[in-house]
């Protein structure tokens, strides 16, 4: 069975008149009368009755009818999906984020995609920056928002934003009060790291402050988990690491502890933040979702509050 025997019996069922259907058509009346048997030979069935005097619809073709209408119809909205699709303006774009993608780079971005493209859905997936990056690789997101520029050729990036990266204390930790802090005294400090392939670019930048300064980062748990990290150093005297973004608007941990975030200085470890995606030149979607992010940049991270004294020691 052919579409266009489809359509055209359609044509003969609107009109019942096979001179006017083969015009509308563009077709001579015998290559019409030849679709028309051709669907019947096919079917087993009389479609269409036709004497000198009239052309009318047979029962099974009344029937045919409603069932050929409706898969014209589908096959018309496969090929509008298809055509919007293509040109980027219907679909889905797969982002992955961080925390700080999440608070200075979607709202406006996803603001502008749904104000350009509001029949795209953007997917979005709160990830690490390692697994975010595999993720890429194995074609699972479209587009990544990274701590780092990737180091592999088979990705293409661009910078978006630098944020300063802040020591996370408890509200009891000696810390707590203090405005800043220079990052030689980590040496005295045990800290919470985590395994590199999780976020390379952050733990080299800390390993990197650490060098600058002489000093050797006493390690003194290995967590991957940034919640996780926020809760240990409520209730235990260690020093994790964040950025400002995190440090500053993370919310309490539980029962109710909330994290202080404490500025680090000589030097002030930073970390830059990248939107990552493999090059396709066919992707409409993903070239929509990156037009509307350079379209509302340049961003930027807001200032370090001031470490607040903690009245409570």
């Not at 003969?12 to 019409?32: D, V, W, Y």
């Not at 479209?142 to 020591?167: C, E, K, N, W």
Request: aromatic share 8%.
């Amino acid at each position: 069975m052919e579409f266009r025997h489809l359509v055209s019996f359609l044509a003969i069922a609107e009109e019942l008149h096979f001179g006017r259907a083969a015009a509308r058509l563009h077709l001579t009346q015998p290559s019409l009368s030849q679709q028309l048997q051709r669907l019947e030979r096919t079917l087993g069935v009389e479609l269409v009755a036709r004497t000198s005097h009239e052309v009318r619809l047979t029962s099974a073709g009344r029937a045919f009818e409603v069932e050929a209408r409706a898969i014209v119809a589908q096959m018309e909205k496969a090929a509008y999906s298809a055509r919007e699709a293509a040109a980027g303006r219907t679909g889905t774009v797969r982002v992955g984020y961080n925390f700080p993608a999440g608070q200075h780079i979607l709202p406006a971005t996803l603001a502008k995609m749904h104000a350009e493209f509001p029949d795209v859905t953007v997917k979005l997936e709160e990830k690490r920056t390692g697994p975010q990056l595999s993720s890429l690789a194995d074609g699972a997101l479209d587009i990544a928002l990274v701590y780092g520029r990737p180091v592999t050729s088979d990705f293409q990036y661009r910078r978006l934003l630098r944020l300063p990266m802040v020591a996370v204390v408890g509200q009891n930790h000696k810390w707590a009060g203090r405005p800043g802090v220079p990052f030689a005294e980590l040496s005295r400090q045990p800290c919470i790291l985590f395994d590199r392939e999780q976020c390379p670019a952050m733990y080299d930048a800390i390993l990197s402050a650490a060098e600058r300064t002489g000093i050797r980062l006493n390690v003194a748990h290995v967590i991957d988990d940034p919640g996780a990290t926020a809760i240990l150093v409520s209730v235990k005297p260690l020093v994790g690491f964040a950025s400002a973004s995190r440090g500053m608007f993370a919310g309490a941990a539980a029962g109710g502890v909330r994290p202080v975030p404490v500025q680090l200085y000589d030097p002030v470890p930073t970390i830059d933040l990248y939107a990552v995606w493999r090059e396709d030149g066919s992707d409409r979607l993903q070239e929509a979702f990156l037009d509307c992010l350079e379209a509302v940049g340049p961003f930027t991270s807001p200032p370090m509050a001031r470490a607040e004294p903690n009245p409570v020691r």
